[in-house]
């Protein structure tokens, strides 16, 4: 793979985006990481609204659920009702380990679901087993050259 993959990141917390930034930096994965505060934001971006104007579509959607405005749930519902976004993949990364919103998740059409470690190491390793499928082993719509 020669071209990043663009990743859009929907977490309100700071720190919790800057730690996906590091693992992705410490795991050497070729990623355009974009970030959303929440799911308003998100939508904003995939829609090319404010000030998303020219933010490129991304390859794969990583979702906090619990933000403000608009939380995870809703905006997987929203983007998977929407026939130009349905088909971007959504990996769901929370701190959320509930059965309800694991089944939540997936009955909302999520692609997969990470309890985020609280763990720095375990952190990162979970990034790497993240990019290592979805970046490696998938094929996604649009990655032929």
């Not at 998100?42 to 906090?64: C, K």
Request: proline content about 7%; glycine content about 6%; charged content about 20%.
């Amino acid at each position: 793979m020669t071209q990043p993959f663009v990743v859009l990141l929907l977490e309100d917390e700071p720190a919790d985006a800057h730690l996906v930034r590091i693992a992705l930096r410490e795991n050497r994965l070729l990623v355009d990481l974009h970030v959303a505060c929440d799911g308003v934001d998100g939508l904003q971006y995939l829609r090319h609204q404010g000030n998303h104007g020219n933010a490129p579509r991304p390859n794969l959607i990583l979702l906090d659920l619990n933000m403000p405005r608009m939380d995870g749930r809703e905006f997987l519902s929203v983007l998977k009702a929407d026939p130009a976004l349905s088909d971007i993949p959504v990996v769901v990364l929370t701190t959320s380990d509930v059965e309800r919103d694991v089944v939540a998740s997936y009955h909302l059409s999520a692609a997969g679901y990470i309890t985020k470690p609280v763990d720095l190491t375990q952190f990162t390793a979970a990034i790497r087993g993240l990019g290592d499928y979805w970046f490696s082993l998938v094929r996604l719509p649009g990655s032929l050259p």
